[in-house]
């Protein structure tokens, strides 16, 4: 992410900066874990998970080695498999259906909000329907919280309850967005999240968390992540896999926690500065009544007619860095192109993946370089 800048380069992602203003503190808490070489399950692990409890309301913390693990593990909790639907936007990082896939469920792709990007409830009743035509029993529905943005999950939950189906909440990219005045991972029946570096609160390697309030799926997950063990480790009550999280990891994630309050504020400010700057030549992303974001992404659509890698070269060659999430949709990508979707297809999904780009953003990014790339962004559209 900070690899093979030019001298004048402005980093997409700046890890770096926090890595600066972190300094020793980081460095303490890698020595401490360090000095009592307790790598695995440490006292960071629970420390992290008492304290992640307390940031968002969760009553049980599940840290695991991923976001793509902490979907599969509350899938295979519940026991997902063959012959089971999991609903699933079409409109996001493939984890989200690749989770499903991997227990042997079937993912059915359902449409978004063309404003906010995140699953439309009405689609989502399709994509029901047309589970049941298939023969596939509707079993639940991942609702992703994407870019940073929470869905709207009284409408998806109000669905999901009426079909007799759980929510899985994705919130790999929203940890620390709310939703009405609660903080995401009280939304849902379960809510995963990533610690993927890149992520507003990220560690230094690959890293997740579940969060619910049910406590029988809390030990059902503790017992998942070490290999399905029971009282008696070496009694194995049902298939795990190797899913926790390093205490290395857990320890950075600490003192990330610390400043993630003041980051997501910094995030704030730079897409408001961004929405003031760009607003009126381009499509900048729309916050939903209620809904808080963190910002993952500033994600904003081109004009119709404007070729997006014109425009993303125009502005590499000033040293402005962009990104396409997501150039295919999940039902457009090979290795899910056969999976069933919603009655009525997928086209806002495809019209997104058609013209969005995303624009550099993190906590550091001050005023001046955001100008230029404000300036940057007009400049390559008047062109």
């Keep these: 992410m900070n690899q093979h800048l030019r001298r004048d380069a402005i980093p997409f992602i700046d890890i770096g900066a926090q890595r600066r203003r972190l300094g020793k503190s980081i460095d303490d808490a890698v020595g401490r874990v360090l000095a009592h070489c307790q790598f695995i399950n440490g006292p960071e692990v629970t420390q992290l998970e008492s304290a992640l409890a307390a940031f968002c309301g969760a009553r049980h913390v599940v840290t695991c080695a991923s976001g793509t693990d902490a979907l599969l593990?509350?899938?295979?909790?519940?026991?997902?498999?063959?012959?089971?639907a999991v609903l699933c936007p079409s409109f996001t990082f493939c984890a989200t259906g690749e989770a499903v896939a991997l227990t042997g469920a079937t993912p059915v792709f359902v449409d978004v909000d063309e404003a906010t990007f995140n699953i439309d409830?009405?689609?989502l009743k399709r994509g029901i329907a047309a589970a049941r035509k298939l023969g596939l029993k509707a079993r639940a529905v991942i609702a992703v919280d994407l870019f940073g943005q929470s869905a709207d999950h009284d409408a998806i939950g109000a669905v999901a309850e009426a079909e007799g189906l759980f929510v899985l909440d994705d919130a790999a990219q929203a940890f620390g967005a709310s939703y009405r005045g609660r903080r995401l991972g009280t939304l849902a029946f379960a809510t995963a999240t990533s610690f993927f570096p890149a992520k507003p609160l990220g560690c230094f390697g690959d890293g997740g968390a579940i969060f619910t309030d049910d406590a029988g799926l809390a030990e059902t997950l503790r017992s998942i992540r070490v290999h399905g063990q029971g009282i008696d480790k070496y009694d194995n009550?049902?298939?795990?896999?190797?899913?926790?999280?390093?205490?290395?990891?857990?320890a950075i994630l600490l003192e990330?926690?610390?400043?993630f309050e003041e980051e997501v504020a910094a995030r704030n400010a730079i897409a408001q500065r961004y929405a003031r700057g760009l607003g009126n030549v381009v499509t900048v992303p729309h916050l939903a009544a209620g809904c808080t974001s963190v910002w993952a992404q500033y994600t904003i659509r081109l004009p119709r007619g404007v070729d997006r890698d014109g425009f993303a070269a125009a502005l590499q060659a000033q040293g402005i860095p962009t990104a396409i999430y997501y150039p295919k949709s999940m039902h457009q990508q090979t290795a899910y192109r056969?999976?069933?979707?919603?009655?009525?297809?997928?086209?806002?999904?495809?019209?997104?993946?058609?013209?969005?780009?995303?624009?550099?953003?993190h906590a550091y990014l001050d005023e001046p370089t955001q100008q230029r790339i404000i300036e940057a962004v007009r400049g390559a559209l008047s062109s």
């Excluded at 593990?73 to 089971?84: E, F, N, S, W």
């Excluded at 298939?239 to 990891?249: A, V």
């Excluded at 979707?341 to 624009?359: F, N, Q, T």
């Design 73 to 84: 593990m509350v899938l295979m909790a519940k026991g997902v498999g063959p012959g089971d």
């Design 121 to 123: 409830a009405n689609a």
């Design 237 to 250: 009550v049902r298939l795990g896999l190797t899913g926790r999280l390093d205490t290395m990891q857990a």
């Design 256 to 259: 990330k926690l610390k400043i």
């Design 338 to 361: 056969h999976f069933p979707v919603a009655d009525g297809g997928l086209p806002v999904s495809e019209r997104l993946s058609a013209d969005v780009i995303s624009l550099p953003m």
